[in-house]
């Protein structure tokens, strides 16, 4: 336990933090403000100077943080970009956004940072009444720059009369926290912690993102890296809710943000719907060229014009960031090789290579590409031509 870390009780908290008391005294919750990594052992990061390098975190339960701190490698440097690749900018009726500031390759590491705070998307009964003022605590103890950077984003959810700072801080989380996929809880379909950035929660909602983000538990980073080509000056976006879903399940899951998305999808519902209720009932592909390599008598293009037909779709509706664009590209690939066309083989290995690159952390993807840009790679998969070879 760091010396900063601060454990509080239902029944002293009151005296210790200025809470109010609650009317159960016995009630032996507790709730851990902490700093991650702890500022005695955190590793140099190589981040600017003016980006937090810590995270300060409310946990509703210390086993939380016990099981963060034994991951391994826990904490390593966060990941460099050595020239900076986005600038925060104003974005026509969304307030500010995160733009690129040259053109991006699919698969491209953009950016990697700690949380400003960690914070429970929701508290156990006990704490609930308090939540704002315990809000309020992990605020105050992050360095002013961290506080100025909270206190600056962006929040749809202010109560019109008594507007207090700690109404204005649980505004600011809903608006800009991020689910953490480390916490997602799949009984329930949500995440049970979220995180809100300096800059990454600047990015605004499309059900077209062309970023993504992962968060890594060593380096302790949210890392974002391109789902598609983007060209310079455009603005990233992210999904905040389901794009599987339909317009009207998108609509509502976006009223709380008080966003009405305009993106290409969310303008053609009709046909956006449509093309999503395909893809659910789409055929298996695996399944598809489990039989397409038992039987040669179906005809030998078939993987590679199934996949390809649906990725043109995924990128008409720049629905890449769905991991069924992976699938294709991989599954196009192994045709490829089966069929023994090394160019064709080539030219999806690499596109899959970028794209399963958005879904790992910065480590773990930087042999990927290296990997898949060897012509001679597909020649040494054990599936090398056991289609026989592409006649085409
Ligand atoms: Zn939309």
Redesign the pocket.
Known sequence: MADSDIYMQAHDAADANGLVSLPDSENQVKILLTTLPARDNAPTTGLDLDTDDYTECLFLDDAIRDKIVKTPNFPQSVPHVIEKLFRIGSSPGKGLGMFATQDIEMGDFIHAARPLIIVPVKFVKEWHIFQEKLLFLCIKRLSLEGQVAFMNLTHSHIPMNGCDRNHQIKAIISTNGFGMNIFYEPESDSCTYSAVYKDISRINH???PNVQIIFDVPSFSCQLRAVRPIKKDTEFTIQYTDIFQSYEE?KKALVPYQIE???M??SNPKESNQFREELRQAVDVKALRGSWLADTSLPGDLIVEHCSGWIRKLDQWGLQSLERYRYYLWYAYTAAVALGDAELAHKFGTNFARRLLVDLPQDQGVDTIKIYSDRDKCRKEPGWRIRGERTV
């Open positions: 499309s059900c077209s998108r998305c305009t993106c999808s969310c």
